[in-house]
């Protein structure tokens, strides 16, 4: 079945850097479009960044500069760079595939940014 596992989340002071990773198994990973959601404590569940074939990226605008969202296809693996980090990044992150017409969602991992 379709599993995605998220890793890397933490704590960091603002302006540090993180690194998500995103492993994906049940499907093809080289042929579907990965994606990172975020959700903030008290909100809805937003949209961060996607990933189409090798290397066609979207990022939203809050976030564009700062993330990175990239794969290694070999690897069945994803990722998010996060730099220069602030205290309204913090949220759980979530990696998501759109498959046979069904979401599938992560885990989880918590990313919190605080001095």
């Known amino acids: 079945q379709v599993q995605l596992v998220e890793s890397g989340g933490g704590r960091m002071q603002p302006g540090g850097s993180l690194k998500l990773a995103c492993t994906g198994s049940g499907f093809i990973f080289s042929e579907q479009q990965i994606n990172w959601f975020r959700r903030a404590p008290g909100k809805e569940r937003e949209w961060v960044a996607s990933i189409i074939g090798d290397s066609y990226t979207n990022h939203r605008n809050s976030v564009e500069g700062r993330f990175t969202i990239s794969r290694d296809n070999a690897k069945n693996t994803a990722w998010l760079q996060m730099n220069d980090l602030r205290p309204d990044d913090t949220a759980i992150y979530y990696c998501?595939?759109?498959?046979?017409?069904?979401?599938?969602w992560g885990q989880g991992t918590q990313v919190t940014v605080s001095s």
């Open positions: 998501n595939v759109y498959y046979l017409r069904q979401n599938y």
